[in-house]
């Protein structure tokens, strides 16, 4: 997938420049809230080398998200195979973390519905979940509004958080390309 640019957002492959904010925003507490556990500056540059590796071998992964006007480090959007363990597996997920000072201005839609535009216009991906925590009510909210929809059947205690933590269980959502094709 190529660099996109919507209206207010270059999407766009990663740089050295882009390491020291994205490992502020993994180590920010309420940014990492529905993960287990923040990310120090090593497991953030680790992330951002498997994000890489990612777009080599399959030519498609997550994006930096950079504003336009002021050249700052928004967070990330993009897609990723899904971890094998899953019952949905193998597919595609689009997933999404953004800093703090870039919440609640519509950047993660505006990002999320350009990266859905090129992944199904570029790929022949039949579909592309979602997933997220059952307690994170705000991801599951852009899913809907993204157009993707969840059918309870679906969810799942993530195989990679201890059984009783509270963050275990998963909803999941769908987006199909027909159903992206008709919105």
Same mark, same amino acid.
């Given at each position: 997938?190529?660099?996109?640019?919507?209206?207010?957002?270059?999407?766009?492959?990663?740089?050295?420049?882009?390491?020291?904010?994205?490992?502020?925003?993994? %180590?920010?507490?309420?940014?990492?809230?529905?993960? &287990?556990?923040?990310?120090?500056?090593?497991?953030?540059?680790? +992330?951002?080398?498997?994000?890489?590796?990612?777009?080599?071998?399959h030519g +498609?992964?997550?994006?930096?998200?950079?504003?336009?006007?002021?050249?700052?480090?928004?967070g990330m959007t993009g897609?990723?195979?899904?971890?094998?363990?899953?019952?949905?597996?193998?597919?595609?997920?689009?997933?999404?973390?953004?800093?703090?000072?870039?919440?609640?201005?519509?950047?993660?839609?505006?990002?999320?519905?350009?990266?859905?535009?090129?992944? +199904?216009?570029?790929?022949?991906? &039949?579909?592309?979940?979602? +997933?997220?925590?059952?307690?994170?009510?705000?991801? %599951?909210?852009?899913?809907?509004?993204?157009?993707? @929809?969840?059918?309870?059947?679906?969810?799942?205690?993530?195989?990679?958080?201890?059984?009783?933590?509270?963050?275990?269980?998963?909803?999941?959502?769908?987006? @199909?390309?027909?159903?992206?094709?008709?919105?």
């Amino acid at each position: 997938m190529k660099p996109i640019e919507t209206p207010r957002l270059r999407l766009r492959r990663w740089q050295d420049s882009d390491r020291a904010p994205f490992a502020a925003m993994c %180590a920010d507490a309420e940014v990492m809230e529905f993960f &287990p556990s923040v990310l120090g500056r090593a497991d953030s540059d680790a +992330f951002i080398d498997r994000i890489e590796a990612h777009w080599v071998e399959h030519g +498609f992964g997550n994006y930096a998200l950079e504003e336009r006007t002021t050249g700052a480090l928004v967070g990330m959007t993009g897609l990723f195979d899904v971890f094998p363990e899953a019952h949905f597996a193998p597919s595609v997920e689009i997933g999404w973390r953004l800093a703090r000072p870039f919440w609640r201005m519509g950047y993660a839609r505006e990002a999320a519905e350009a990266v859905l535009a090129a992944a +199904f216009a570029e790929h022949d991906f &039949p579909e592309i979940v979602s +997933f997220t925590a059952k307690l994170n009510t705000r991801s %599951a909210g852009l899913m809907q509004r993204l157009g993707m @929809t969840r059918d309870p059947a679906d969810d799942f205690d993530h195989p990679k958080i201890e059984e009783g933590h509270p963050l275990r269980p998963h909803v999941l959502y769908r987006l @199909t390309r027909e159903e992206f094709d008709r919105r």
